[in-house]
């Protein structure tokens, strides 16, 4: 069996934006007097979409915040990260190349509960966006991470991309830096890396292979796995 296609997860694998994704959810919730601290951010939310934290943390800490509240956050809180990001370059290093080089052998996709600007708006700002085939974001799925839909809908964009309906998940590999990333892939029938931008090794183990970061990104190895 041949890999076919790879895709990527977004934030913690090629954008080091996650501290800024914090900074801007403490700001929102605080003008709400919720506290925020990191490590409940990394330890709890961190694979949720914007829409399910505040959803999240808004129900734990006994608010009765209605859905109108809710996509009120998520815009304010899409505001707030634009202005901690203007004029900085969050691409972790080495990501850039392991892009280029992986875009020139196959199709290449993002699967992100990310929103789709704060994706294009970091890609465009590297000159990346135009490698992908395909980027699935927050809002063109029902359900986020650890739901397989974000995967299932990129491996549909990538056959349509490719004219191809024989492309099928089990040709693909994805490549995270969370477990509830890592079980919407393998939920979706892909094989998958696991990136220990976020989380050490212990906490990737249900990944067929493990990486410091897409510097260590070796394609032969991605096509061992399909082998």
Request: hydrophobic share 45%; proline share 4%; aromatic share 8%.
């Amino acid at each position: 069996m041949a890999l076919r296609a790879i895709v990527f997860d977004f934030d913690g694998v090629i954008a080091n934006s996650e501290p800024l994704h914090f900074r801007a959810f403490r700001d929102v919730f605080a003008e709400q007097g919720v506290d925020l601290t990191e490590r409940a951010y990394y330890d709890r939310y961190l694979g949720f979409d914007d829409r399910g934290v505040f959803a999240t943390v808004g129900f734990e800490r006994g608010h009765s915040w209605s859905s109108a509240d809710v996509a009120g956050f998520v815009a304010r809180k899409a505001v707030r990260l634009e202005e901690i990001e203007r004029d900085v370059s969050v691409i972790f290093p080495g990501a850039a190349d392991a892009i280029r080089r992986a875009a020139a052998a196959m199709p290449i996709a993002i699967a992100s509960g990310a929103l789709g600007p704060e994706i294009r708006r970091i890609l465009d700002h590297a000159d990346l966006t135009r490698y992908f085939a395909a980027i699935v974001s927050a809002e063109d799925t029902p359900a986020s991470k650890p739901a397989p839909d974000p995967y299932q809908k990129a491996i549909g964009l990538l056959a349509a991309t490719m004219n191809d309906a024989s492309l099928r998940a089990s040709d693909c590999v994805a490549i995270e830096d969370s477990r509830w990333g890592l079980e919407s892939a393998r939920a979706a029938g892909l094989r998958t890396v696991g990136v220990t931008s976020s989380y050490d090794a212990a906490e990737l183990s249900q990944a067929d292979l493990i990486i410091p970061s897409l510097l260590e990104l070796n394609l032969e190895e991605l096509h061992r796995l399909l082998s």
